[in-house]
């Protein structure tokens, strides 16, 4: 059984380690063999097969087969016109730069940050060093997945459980851990799926995460979902996005609201230019009084409220994305903007605070954290992503790519 395994591993890695992507049978056979080590006596040896006896060779068998496998999954395709030849679909593409779970690869750091290529649960479980917060995007569960692939509903839970849970075991008392989420629709049906809600349960009762807020992330998304709003007229378009803030110990919470005030509005600076209210005045039965000299306190801002407006539109995205396509490399498609990463940053740590993130995609908080002035530690297990992210840290003090092969990729 592992030899089976470890031969379709090399079908898939003969597939990933092509320049072009691109195979004939001939080219197949012999990169499996020197992937795997195998004599070139024991590839072409041949066997009777089937009724017929016919002699074929049960090696080069066995690697066609497991080359239609990856054919079922999607990750190859036919070359039109090319009998015999094979490439890597766009989604196979993606999926063969997955590095291994048991290898760990330093792809490129700079004097506040590393980043790796590898499964964040084998680099966060051998983890010793104290984080402050764990900021991530990670993928939704949609029903059609993205090229990065995801869990599914009944899974989610689980899935940012295991990514989770080593990073919790090192927070600073008072550490958060920050999820920027989206709403998905049950299947078939115009209904909200409780995916959210039943995480937020399971991370407090599995993890001991408490819920601080829920931060409404308000952006220019564009129109949607089409199915149910725009075609049924059932629905109503899409607004915003969750932030879901967690704290290991509240009563300890590190963040600080000072650090990300809001400039005063005019009218609020002339009200307490001249002393406060004047006026007495009582709302809600009481819950709320105005009395004489309210809001005469000079204050350096207005405190952030847990709805925020932020375009979606983000320049730096997009630069990464134009200088991932130069380098022939899949960009991720479902970035968080850089301004979104930078402001949960600069009110949950202090300068010089370890920032992670396990699902780190285009490194989005590695570089908010770099520009804020934070360390920063982040994973991503997609060889593209983390050689791609490389594209925006070319500037910062330090900058040293060790990541520029494809040695270490699997399914």
């Not at 991530?136 to 692939?149: I, Q």
């Not at 839970?157 to 600073?172: A, Q, Y």
Request: proline share 5%; net charge positive; aromatic share 8%.
């Amino acid at each position: 059984m592992t030899t089976q395994l470890n031969l379709f591993e090399y079908v898939q890695r003969a597939y990933a380690n092509t320049s072009d992507a691109v195979l004939d049978n001939t080219a197949l056979y012999r990169q499996v063999a020197r992937l795997a080590n195998i004599e070139e006596s024991t590839l072409d040896q041949k066997s009777p097969i089937g009724k017929s006896k016919q002699l074929h060779s049960v090696m080069k068998r066995k690697i066609r087969w497991y080359q239609q496998t990856l054919r079922s999954m999607g990750i190859i395709e036919r070359v039109k016109d090319r009998r015999g030849v094979w490439a890597l679909t766009q989604a196979g593409r993606q999926k063969l730069k997955s590095i291994r779970s048991d290898v760990a690869v330093l792809g490129f750091s700079t004097e506040l940050g590393v980043a790796i290529w590898s499964d964040c649960h084998r680099v966060f479980s051998q983890w010793d060093e104290p984080i402050c917060l764990a900021l991530t995007s990670p993928p939704y569960p949609l029903a059609r997945a993205r090229a990065y692939g995801g869990p599914s509903i009944e899974d989610y839970s689980d899935f940012i459980c295991r990514v989770i849970e080593p990073i919790v075991k090192n927070l600073v008392p008072g550490g958060n851990v920050v999820l920027n989420v989206g709403d998905v629709f049950e299947p078939g049906l115009p209904a909200k799926s409780t995916y959210i809600e039943e995480l937020i349960i399971d991370l407090r009762k599995r993890l001991g995460l408490y819920l601080m807020n829920r931060i409404v992330w308000e952006s220019n998304k564009p129109p949607g979902p089409i199915q149910w709003a725009s075609k049924q007229r059932m629905q109503l378009n899409e607004g915003y996005e969750h932030v879901l803030w967690f704290c290991n110990d509240p009563s300890q919470c590190i963040a600080d609201n000072r650090r990300v005030l809001e400039p005063h509005t005019e009218r609020h600076r002339k009200l307490m230019a001249r002393g406060g209210e004047s006026r007495r005045a009582v709302y809600g039965d009481g819950a709320y009084r105005i009395r004489p000299g309210s809001y005469q306190n000079q204050t350096e801002g207005a405190i952030l409220r847990n709805v925020w407006k932020l375009s979606n539109n983000c320049p730096s995205q997009r630069r990464y994305k134009q200088m991932a396509q130069d380098l022939g490399l899949q960009a991720h498609g479902a970035s968080m903007p850089l301004k979104l990463a930078q402001r949960v940053i600069r009110f949950m740590t202090q300068v010089d605070e370890l920032v992670v993130d396990p699902l780190a995609g285009s490194i989005t908080t590695g570089l908010a954290a770099e520009l804020e002035g934070r360390r920063w530690a982040c994973t991503d297990k997609i060889f593209d992503y983390v050689r791609g992210g490389a594209q925006r840290f070319l500037d910062r003090p330090g900058f040293n790519l060790h990541l520029d092969f494809l040695g270490a990729v699997n399914d």
